[in-house]
């Protein structure tokens, strides 16, 4: 059995040809029930603007601790340096981030109550840089939806009125080099699983990414700078009430040279008032979880995890 998680091509699902549209819809939802992961090639957020991206949260988290700590916000901005840990640990990961959102405009609020987002002085072209790579990713992450959603008896648009302003967030992680005085058992980001339906992570600059497989072994996930890996979070668990799981994974500590490592996840929200209760067509796979809304569920993870 291969322990590779699979490569597919979004353009297979946005092309012409129906067959490949196909096979694209049965492929994703194979590979996300097995791994909760896949990784997409060929997709629509172009390689310069990843480039761009990487080379300003670079320039970001090289600024004085001073400067960034202006950019402390609501959810918004920058979290300090071993701000956030795992849930149910008390040890920070070894990480510091920045963290947009979508644009709070009318249209938004009348849906969702967005905080502003907070943009950082001196870099110029970051707020058009992320802009435009938010929207990228926001738009990949409604078009793996809808390729989802026949596999679990939806119509293709089931989820787009249920995703169009939802609290999406863009994070810019940066892993510094391991202190020497780091605490005991403190890795970069501890095994966790994410709270979303799903998160896009543009390949990161620097290895450590593994995935927990079913047999209690950690799978390496890595993958060419312009790929994307997508996986599937707990949100989207609860919905499919298992059939589509939410794997376990962690960012381990460099084996190699002591470096930074950057990293870009886009975790992709729901409308707070939605509810997770599973859905028809998973209702048989387990007892379901008690019913939940996104916005409450989604309040109780980030107490969990030092955000709230």
């Not at 992320?130 to 679990?152: N, V």
């Not at 084996?255 to 992709?268: C, E, T």
């Not at 008032?273 to 007892?287: E, K």
Request: charged content about 20%; glycine content about 8%.
């Amino acid at each position: 059995m291969s322990r590779t998680v699979p490569e597919l091509r979004l353009s297979d699902f946005t092309g012409s040809d129906p067959a490949a549209r196909a096979r694209f819809q049965d492929d994703l939802f194979a590979s996300l029930r097995r791994w909760g992961f896949v990784i997409l090639t060929d997709h629509n957020v172009p390689t310069d603007l990843l480039d761009r991206a990487y080379q300003l949260s670079a320039d970001l988290f090289q600024q004085p601790e001073a400067v960034k700590l202006r950019g402390v916000g609501n959810l918004r901005g920058y979290a300090p340096f071993g701000k956030e840990h795992a849930r149910g640990s008390q040890t920070p990961d070894l990480k510091e981030f920045w963290q947009i959102g979508r644009e709070p405009t009318r249209e938004a609020l009348a849906v969702e109550p967005l905080p502003d987002n907070v943009w950082p002085q001196g870099l110029p072209g970051f707020r058009e840089t992320f802009s435009a790579l938010y929207a990228g990713l926001d738009e990949t992450g409604r078009l793996l939806l809808s390729a989802l959603a026949p596999s679990l008896n939806l119509a293709g648009d089931w989820f787009e009125s249920r995703v169009r302003y939802g609290p999406s967030v863009l994070r810019l992680l940066h892993y510094p080099p391991v202190p020497a005085d780091a605490p005991a058992g403190a890795v970069r980001s501890a095994a966790h699983e994410d709270i979303n339906l799903l998160t896009i992570l543009v390949a990161a600059r620097g290895a450590g990414l593994q995935l927990l497989d079913r047999d209690g072994s950690w799978v390496a996930v890595e993958t060419e700078p312009g790929k994307l890996i997508v996986d599937s979070g707990d949100m989207l668990a609860r919905l499919t009430n298992g059939v589509i799981p939410a794997t376990t994974h962690r960012v381990v500590n460099p084996d190699g040279p002591n470096v930074s490592r950057y990293s870009m996840p886009f975790f992709l929200h729901p409308h707070s008032d939605l509810s997770l209760a599973a859905l028809p067509s998973c209702r048989q796979a387990r007892t379901p979880e008690p019913e939940i809304t996104a916005g409450a569920f989604l309040a109780q993870r980030l107490r969990e995890i030092g955000l709230a």
